[in-house]
């Protein structure tokens, strides 16, 4: 960051910054005191990936005045004949809504809903991921620009999905998106995010936080996609409060060709409440990939079911790492993981670190990790049957990946995913 101000100054800034948008003076606090923890906090670091290698000073405290060029970027990802809820964001600017819904549902973007509502965003963000919890989630407490919030209340059930799509079409200014989802007792919902940037954005850093509040025998699906620039570092963190009976379900494609950490995952803090994490990483160029699903079983009988697949090629490298912990007291908890990853080219590198870390007896867990190359028999039987060597490759990592890919909640976006990829693959 290029600021020269004093860091108290800097704090004010923020803070006036708030309530010049009309933020509540609670938000206004909240940034200021997350900016001074940010310059307190040290840089977070994680196993495999060295931030000190990184621009994390690639921001700074304003957002860009006016978006740039993004239809070409959201459009794949906007069905023509799609008639679900729908936010576009552009460098943190709303462009385009559709379908947002009343009758006590609301689906709206952050900024708007620190105006009109601020009394539920107050008493619940910040809950799931605290703003002390690291360095950059400091930081995208103090500056995020926008984001979605959904608030459900108890017994509503929407049959379509929330669709967001945040597009950074200038670097050098930092894109921090901050989502609240709050789903009533007994109410459902599906949502669906979308990350993108042009190819040639300029450096760039990127800390998104989903925080998803599932009370009793609530079910949310949280299904996201994500594909940054080779420029842009990405820190994103997804979590989940699940209570009683509760489940979510998440589902993570990253594609991008940048530098990512992710961790996504749900505290089952109910008894009988559950959720399942499916994700997918396609890996070219340079690019290297961070992934952590966590489950942390805290109530009684919760499970948790956790599948990836990965394929890197080129020289791209990638880390996913389960971890299921059950804690004392977390009787009857069941926690399995799936994980398999595949190389395509010999200066690829991926590597599959499943965790258990329990502190209870009574319980059930299990793990399966595969690191390999493309199945030789596999391909010569492919092969013997008149394919040619790439396409029969192709037809098997789309059988790699496509059980994951599956569970995308929306054919759209799921026909855009599979585009990306067969261009990725080709």
């Known amino acids: 960051m290029k600021d020269t101000l004093s860091q108290s100054a800097r704090a004010e800034e923020i803070f006036q910054a708030s309530r010049n948008a009309s933020e509540p003076e609670g938000i206004a606090r909240l940034r200021a ?12 670091k994680f196993e495999r990936s060295n931030l000190a290698n990184r621009s994390l000073d690639a921001f700074r405290l304003e957002a860009p005045l ?13 069905g023509e004949d799609d008639a679900h809820p729908l ?18 549902v609301i689906v709206t973007d952050m ?11 107050e008493k619940h963000i910040g809950k799931v991921v605290a703003s002390n919890e690291n360095q950059l989630i400091a930081l995208n407490t103090a500056l995020f620009r926008n984001g979605a919030f959904v608030y459900l209340p108890r017994n509503a059930a929407l049959t379509q999905p929330i669709q967001l799509i945040a597009v950074t079409t200038q670097g050098g200014y930092g894109s921090f998106t901050r989502n609240l989802i709050i789903a009533e007792e007994m109410s459902q919902v599906t949502f669906l995010d979308a990350y993108l940037t042009p190819a040639d954005l300029a ?24 594909e940054f620039s080779k420029d842009t570092t990405g820190i994103v963190l997804r979590r989940a409060n699940v209570e009683r009976n509760a489940n979510v379900q998440w589902v993570l494609g990253e594609i991008g060709d940048g530098y990512s950490v992710v961790e996504f995952g749900s505290r089952l803090l109910g008894d009988g409440s559950s ?22 079983h805290i109530g009684k009988f919760s499970e948790s079911d956790t599948t ?11 880390v996913y790492r389960g971890v299921t912990q059950i804690k004392k007291g977390a009787s009857g908890a069941n926690g399995q993981q799936a994980e398999k990853l595949l190389m395509l080219s010999p200066e690829s590198r991926a590597d599959a670190i499943p965790m258990l870390l329990i502190d209870e007896n009574d319980v059930k867990c299990g793990h399966a990790a595969s690191v390999g190359q493309i199945n030789e028999d596999q391909l010569f039987y492919l092969m013997s049957r008149g394919l040619s060597e790439a396409t029969a ?34």
């Open 33 to 44: 005191n997350a900016f001074t923890q940010y310059e307190f906090l040290p840089t977070p």
């Open 66 to 78: 006016a978006p740039g060029a993004w239809e070409a970027l959201a459009d794949g990802m906007i």
């Open 87 to 104: 936010i576009v964001l552009v460098d943190g600017h709303v462009m385009k809504t559709r379908g947002l819904t009343a009758d006590g």
């Open 111 to 121: 900024k708007s809903a620190l105006v009109k509502h601020p009394e539920l965003v």
């Open 203 to 226: 450096e760039d850093l990127h800390v998104g936080v989903t925080e998803v509040v599932a009370m009793q025998g609530a079910v949310v699906r949280v299904g996201t996609i994500e």
């Open 275 to 296: 959720s399942t994490s499916h994700a997918i990483a396609l890996g070219s160029g340079r690019s290297h990939m961070d992934i952590t699903s966590k489950m942390v």
């Open 308 to 318: 990836a697949r990965g394929v890197m090629q080129d020289q791209a490298n990638a």
């Open 393 to 426: 490759k192709r037809m098997i990592v789309w059988g790699f990946i496509d059980p994951v890919l599956a569970e995308l909640p929306l054919d759209g976006v799921r026909r855009a995913v599979e585009m990306i990829l067969e261009r990725k693959l080709a």
